[in-house]
């Protein structure tokens, strides 16, 4: 079992940076991969960013890279989203999630567990 929390979440101004946290707790952070997916309204949730168990190795969606870092601290076991230069369609509610199978995937049914959410608004 894995729990997660997402914070960091808030209301930000078009070209303004937020950064997201996700703790973890339960089984062995350091032993599974993490991704970041994001849901806006009346849309499907979608990928953001993926990182694998010892963050050597990332993976972004075009709609974010340049501008978004996904990073994590296992000593912590917190997994991090910085957010640079947002823009008004970046607004979403932001999930983190685990893959303990560590296939690293962009397809959120690959992913067992996932956190509440936080709400990133980001206006013009």
């Known amino acids: 079992q894995v729990q997660l929390v997402e914070s960091g979440g808030g209301l930000v101004q078009a070209g303004g940076s937020l950064r997201l946290s996700c703790s973890a707790s339960?089984?062995?952070?350091?032993?599974?991969?993490m991704g970041w997916f994001r849901q806006a309204p009346g849309k499907e949730r979608e990928f953001v960013a993926v990182i694998s168990w010892s963050g050597g190795i990332t993976k972004y969606a075009d709609s974010v890279k340049g501008r978004f870092t996904i990073s994590r601290e296992n000593a912590k076991n917190t997994l991090y989203l910085q957010m640079n230069s947002l823009k008004p369609e970046d607004t979403a509610v932001y999930y983190c999630?685990?893959?303990?199978?560590?296939?690293?995937?962009?397809?959120?049914?690959?992913?067992?567990?996932w956190g509440q959410g936080t709400q990133v608004t980001v206006s013009s």
């Open positions: 999630a685990a893959d303990l199978s560590n296939v690293g995937s962009d397809r959120p049914f690959e992913y067992a567990y």
């Open positions: 339960g089984r062995t952070f350091s032993s599974y991969a």
